[in-house]
């Protein structure tokens, strides 16, 4: 069982993932407005689990929606309201991260949320944002937890800077590789013609293949795990359409068979992009009628697929060195299980 201090992959390999500069807090976070909470929850013996909130803006996200895609790989799992994101491009509440059979907890959570707001006392229809993956190696998931609270603590939990990863909310019980998943985060800084961009990741690991980092095999005694499912949370403040947001979100799967994936029958590979961008909100006098939004041009957009990438495969392998060896329930096979953290020492 490793004892290292827990750091993040460019620590440990001293030197950046990729070209693009990342942020001030190298995370999701650096995007202005974004905020993230958690709620962690490890009880007793077989309780390993809990959520992880993405707030978009500070303001009534129902009132002022912002534009979004969704991409799929490979669609063995849950995300809830995504047929309604392809459909009208446009996410209308936070986002939450939770386990598998979280999810329908995770919406009632949303609406309670949602309808709680000042100005939406006639709502009657919430498209509620849930992503999820199967923590069940390492907690008991058929108990119902996180609760509807704990979801909603997440949700008042979420606030701005520096956003805790490794083995918390969302990837409290999460394994990949066959080592110690979790929530991970990465940020770029990326110059599109005169301007320069924010663009961050948010993901929660839990998936299989033969890992890789930064280029390099990495070799060890774990099993290493073929299925698996990921959540990867993309935000931008680039003006962007919810066409090129959708083209965003596909990138992201780059950065994910960068680090080994597997990309197997039974995973679920799930990316989500929004902007927070002023000129591209969905205002509720903007959708009134005839909307004139200034956004970047198809011509433009590249430099933002290959920074996405980059943020993508580092927030990946945050997820992972900043994740502790972790003891819990394996439900599946009703006995404790103990997964192993990634070695930093094997990496540096």
Same mark, same amino acid.
């Given at each position: ?20 500069? @990342? ?43 912002? @534009? ?49 707001? @000042? ?183 590249? @430099? ?45």
């Amino acid at each position: 069982m490793t004892d290292e201090k827990r750091q993040r992959i460019s620590t440990v390999i001293g030197r950046r993932i990729g070209h693009y500069q @990342p942020g001030p807090l190298n995370a999701i976070t650096d995007v202005a407005g974004v905020r993230v909470g958690h709620v962690t929850l490890k009880k007793g013996d077989r309780t390993r689990t809990g959520a992880t909130a993405i707030v978009p803006h500070c303001g009534n996200l129902y009132q002022d929606k912002v @534009p979004a895609g969704f991409a799929v790989l490979n669609g063995y799992g849950k995300f809830a309201g995504s047929t309604q994101i392809a459909e009208l491009g446009e996410i209308e509440t936070p986002i939450l991260l939770t386990n598998t059979l979280a999810v329908g907890r995770g919406i009632e959570a949303i609406i309670r949320h949602t309808l709680g707001q @000042p100005g939406n006392a006639r709502v009657t229809s919430i498209n509620a944002v849930v992503g999820e993956t199967n923590d069940s190696r390492l907690n008991d998931i058929r108990s119902p937890r996180p609760t509807v609270e704990d979801m909603l603590t997440a949700l008042a939990a979420a606030r701005p800077g520096p956003v805790e990863e490794g083995a918390v909310g969302a990837g409290t019980g999460t394994v990949a590789f066959g080592l110690k998943g979790g929530i991970g985060t990465a940020s770029r800084l990326v110059p599109v013609g005169k301007a320069r961009y924010t663009l961050g990741v948010l993901v929660q690991s839990n998936y299989g293949g033969h890992l890789t980092v930064a280029g390099k095999p990495y070799v060890s005694d774990a099993a290493h795990d073929k299925d698996g499912s990921i959540v990867m949370i993309v935000a931008t403040d680039a003006p962007l359409s919810s066409r090129n947001l959708t083209r965003l979100a596909e990138r992201c799967f780059g950065g994910l068979a960068r680090t080994g994936a597997a990309l197997s029958n039974g995973s679920g590979d799930y990316a989500l992009a929004f902007s927070t961008a002023e000129s591209v909100r969905l205002t509720a006098e903007r959708r009134k009628g005839l909307m004139t939004l200034e956004a970047l041009s198809n011509d433009v957009v590249s @430099p933002l697929f290959e920074a996405v990438i980059e943020a993508t495969e580092e927030a990946i392998l945050n997820s992972l060195t900043m994740a502790e060896t972790t003891t819990g329930y394996n439900a599946g096979k009703d006995r404790p299980e103990t997964v192993e953290a990634i070695s930093l020492s094997h990496l540096a």
